[in-house]
């Protein structure tokens, strides 16, 4: 058997008297894609956070690569794209430098990057189709190439684990697709892949399973079925559900 | 220590122009000069976190620690520094808890630094010029203590923010992505917020409390409308920094202004002059 890369059993997250997440299993192995829908508010936003360790559990159990979270000190193993609109912050900074800061958790965290880092910068550029863009700063370019700069910083750690939270909302059709491509050659290549989405789309070949979250529950973990209405989901919110439509209406969740 | 010293004297003899004849001026330039390196190099990262404002609420702070040294009697520059490193460690525990609290919480540590400031500086008697020294800055009567602590912690400064600046940097960028890094987020922004607090302290005495934030954020302000990556925006905030600190402060010798307020102008006028060069390229 082989040791899951995230593995969360009876999860709960509460924010003051709300409760986010309740009583989730959420296991995901090497080289799976796995894509985690639901409407907003639904608590995707807040599953791929606490597997990250950016949100405490008030009860439960985690483990990353099968060791405690608490006791997880190997973060080269996970690459984390968040939701974000756009990659500018108050400072200019280049394709490149932004890509680097990926590096960290790979490299010395002193002095100057080293080559190795460069290179393996310039290689994440490469997989997102960004190379040629690696001198310009960040907040010129369009939303989708900020988006896969985003990907890349990711990618320079060499993660075995992608996890990606709405990494198409707000872009276009065309790039969704060369996104999907990128998505489908990472995959490829045995490194696992949890995509946060509110709807299939262009990934739906590329994703082995689909998890449904419902108000805070897993309503649905299998194969992503098609044509199912995600009514079903919102009639039966604490039974696990055969049949959740894939599609939802553009927005942003938390 | 002689050798020094002969070179010290070497040097200010071979400069060609007449402030160079004072020796006030030449502890004031040294200041102005550190000063100028150092502010910018970590007002960069406020700025990045859209924090320009946390070094104003931190110079508040250390304007209570300033009245402090003078009712207890201890030295103003070290109750300032202090004061300004327990309010920058307050500062970033809040702003943690999140923005609506924190903006409330950051507002009272503000007022709370001024009114505390002038309360004590009421209670110790102190006179109103020796607290508009500390508001507005009194570059012209740097002692050698002074320039020996703007000298260390200048060097401090640009030592963390030089080997440490990848992580900074990738704190301040993104702070959920570096922690997922395995970066120890909450200790590098202590490291952020004490360095900006220490460098307030020495700035303080270069361009006074009410301009303090104006050094570590200007200069940086004006370079990034004209360059492309963080490097070069660190290293032209830096070079600006020392350009408008050094000319700022001769330019008053010789229009006899304040030097505090002339050297922010100085940055201000850069801000200008680099807006306009930005939109001139943006149209060609």
């Known amino acids: 058997m082989t040791t899951p890369q995230f593995h969360l059993s009876g999860g709960r997250v509460t924010f003051g008297s709300t409760v986010a997440l309740d009583g989730v299993h959420f296991h995901l192995d090497p080289g799976e894609f796995v894509v985690l829908l639901g409407a907003n508010a639904s608590g995707k936003t807040t599953l791929v956070k606490t597997l990250l360790g950016l949100i405490p559990l008030s009860k439960g159990r985690l483990e990353l690569f099968g060791t405690p979270s608490n006791r997880f000190r190997d973060w080269g193993r996970v690459g984390y794209v968040p939701q974000r609109a756009t990659a500018a912050s108050g400072v200019p900074a280049s394709v490149l430098e932004v890509v680097l800061s990926g590096r960290l958790a790979r490299s010395r965290k002193w002095g100057p990057h080293s080559k190795a880092d460069a290179q393996a910068a310039l290689t994440a550029l490469d997989q997102v189709d960004m190379s040629d863009h690696h001198k310009k700063p960040v907040e010129t370019l369009s939303g989708g190439q900020q988006q896969r700069v985003l990907i890349a910083r990711a990618l320079a750690g060499e993660p075995d684990v992608l996890v990606l939270d709405e990494p198409v909302s707000g872009v276009d059709l065309e790039h969704q697709e060369s996104f999907a491509a990128t998505l489908r050659d990472l995959n490829s290549h045995g490194r696992s892949v949890l995509l946060v989405a509110h709807a299939l789309g262009v990934i739906e070949p590329l994703v082995g399973r689909a998890v449904v979250l419902t108000a805070g529950k897993i309503t649905y973990d299998g194969k992503p079925l098609r044509d199912l209405h995600d009514s079903h989901v919102h009639h039966h919110p604490h039974s696990v559900e055969p049949a959740p439509r894939f599609s939802h209406p553009a927005g942003r969740s938390r | ?284």
């Open chain 2, 1 to 284: 220590m002689d050798a020094l010293a002969g070179l010290w004297d070497g040097f200010w003899s071979a400069c060609p122009f007449e402030f160079c004849r004072w020796d006030f001026m030449h502890r004031a330039l040294v200041a102005a000069a550190l000063v100028g390196l150092s502010a910018p190099a970590i007002g960069i990262f406020l700025v990045q976190r859209r924090l320009s404002l946390m070094g104003d609420g931190i110079g508040h702070v250390a304007f209570t620690g300033v009245a402090a040294g003078f009712f207890f009697e201890l030295l103003p520059l070290v109750t300032a520094i202090i004061a300004a490193v327990l309010g920058a460690i307050a500062i970033e525990l809040m702003r943690e808890r999140g923005r609506t609290q924190g903006d409330v919480a950051l507002a009272v540590v503000f007022y709370g630094g001024i009114a505390g400031g002038a309360l004590l500086m009421g209670l110790s008697g102190t006179s109103n010029s020796n607290t508009l020294t500390y508001l507005f800055g009194a570059l012209l009567t740097v002692r050698e203590a002074d320039i020996i602590a703007a000298l260390v912690i200048s060097m401090c400064i640009l030592a963390i923010t030089t080997f440490l600046r990848r992580i900074l940097f990738a704190v301040s960028y993104d702070e959920e992505v570096a922690r997922v890094a395995g970066i120890p987020l909450r200790t590098m922004n202590i490291v952020i917020a004490v360095a900006a607090a220490i460098t307030i302290g020495v700035t303080m005495r270069v361009v006074g409390i009410l301009l303090v934030s104006g050094m570590l954020v200007l200069p940086v302000a004006a370079v990034q409308q004209i360059t492309h990556s963080f490097n070069s925006t660190f290293i032209g905030g830096l070079l600006l920094g020392l350009t408008v600190s050094v000319g700022g402060l001769v330019t008053s010798y010789y229009v006899d202004a304040p030097p505090g307020a002339t050297i922010v102008m100085g940055a201000i006028g850069a801000f200008v002059l680099a807006s306009g060069f930005a939109r001139a390229r943006a149209v060609v």
